[in-house]
Nanobody
Framework: QVQLVESGGGLVQPGGSLRLSCAAS????????MGWYRQAPGKQRELVAT???????NYADSVKGRFTISRDNAKNTVYLQMNSLKPEDTAVYYC?????????WGQGTQVTVSS
């Protein structure tokens, strides 16, 4: 059974930082392209960042220079370090794993940026 379990969300003030983690099980983690997506209320889910097996990262323009995606294949975990957070970063953040036609999602973790 495939599971992607996110953690690390919460409430943070503007300008603050959070680190999200996504622990995967039931897949050969190292071959999967892993990614983070987010969905704000009333909006479509959007790409935040991806990191394939080759580790060439890709970021949405809105988070470039502030967010960093990384992976630890030994721990089957992908991370999203979020710095200089803004109120517009408020959303549910989802972990995603893709390999060929196989695609899996986590349950999401809430990130709220507010003073």
């Amino acid at each position: 059974q495939v599971q992607l379990v996110e953690s690390g969300g919460g409430l943070v003030q503007p300008g603050g930082s959070l680190r999200l983690s996504c622990a995967a099980s039931g897949i050969i983690f190292s071959i999967y392209t892993m990614g983070w997506y987010r969905q704000a209320p009333g909006k479509q889910r959007e790409l935040v960042a991806t990191i394939p097996r080759g580790r060439t990262t890709n970021y949405a323009d809105s988070v470039k220079g502030r967010f960093t995606i990384s992976r630890d294949n030994a721990k089957n975990t992908v991370y999203l370090q979020m710095n200089s957070l803004k109120p517009e970063d408020t959303a549910v953040y989802y972990c995603n794993g893709v390999w060929g036609v196989n695609a899996y999602w986590g349950q999401g973790t809430q990130v709220t940026v507010s003073s």
